[in-house]
């Protein structure tokens, strides 16, 4: 069965200081990566989406960068956290070619002070 | 306009009563459509996928309106257990990707 790991669960960051969050996924190939975040009190902003290795599509200008360095692991990263990056990041995978629904993992909780 | 709007609730039912929630969406061409369930502090987790002709399972009923452009929610019975935030999802055309609403809270009391 697919399992998809996310990690770290929780992270308190200084303001400037870098950020990279790292997500995998087992027991599938190919699949539909995708970052989210969700503020206090707010729906989830999808971030960035990726339909394979090496391809990131962004949805939203923002400090934060996607890497899909292999076929089943999406990092998220930050030269330089601000305060609005806080939030609750959650990494998600789908079948490729196919729309099911996501299948989210259990997120990163980060505030930055 | 949003793409996928939803009241924010929260609504507060006793056990065992029946609760509704709609969700209306921007894009007539809209693919796919979804409710998740999330919990407080946790990952969304996928409720049911909402089809065209209606679905049901167990006390959960999705029903889909594209003339109108709605999705809503039924729950029967209603359970402690229910009390979460509900997320309705729609696929827009061309895209292998979810947008989500706000989520509507339900609150389920003794």
């Known amino acids: 069965s697919q399992t998809i790991h996310q990690w770290p669960a929780t992270l308190v960051q200084p303001v400037g200081s870098p950020l990279s969050l790292e997500c995998t996924v087992e027991?599938?190939?190919?699949?539909?990566l995708y970052w989210y975040r969700q503020a206090a009190g707010r729906g989830l902003q999808l971030l960035f989406y990726?339909?394979?290795?090496?391809?990131i599509s962004s949805e939203v200008p923002q400090n934060l960068s996607a890497s899909r360095p292999q076929d089943r692991q999406f990092i998220l990263s930050s030269k330089k956290l601000l305060l609005s990056d806080s939030g609750f990041y959650l990494c998600a995978w789908s079948e490729g070619m196919q729309n099911y629904g996501y299948t989210f993992g259990s997120g990163t909780r980060l505030t930055v002070v | 306009r949003k793409e996928v709007e939803q009241d924010p609730g929260p609504f507060n039912v006793p056990e065992g009563a029946t609760v509704a929630f709609n969700c209306t969406y921007s894009?007539?061409?809209?693919?796919?459509f979804f409710w998740y369930r999330q919990d407080c502090r946790k990952e969304p987790k996928l409720l049911m996928s909402?089809?065209?002709s209606g679905n049901e399972d167990g006390r959960f009923t999705a029903q889909l309106n594209r003339a109108s452009q709605y999705i809503s929610l039924l729950i029967r019975d209603s359970k402690l257990s229910d009390s979460a935030t509900y997320l309705c999802?729609?696929?827009?055309?061309?895209?292998?990707?979810?947008?989500f609403g706000t989520g509507t809270r339900l609150l389920v009391s003794p």
């Open positions: 894009n007539s061409a809209s693919q796919s």
């Open positions: 990726s339909v394979g290795i090496g391809q």
């Open positions: 027991g599938t190939s190919n699949p539909n």
């Open positions: 999802v729609v696929t827009p055309p061309g895209f292998q990707k979810l947008v």
């Open positions: 909402v089809y065209s």
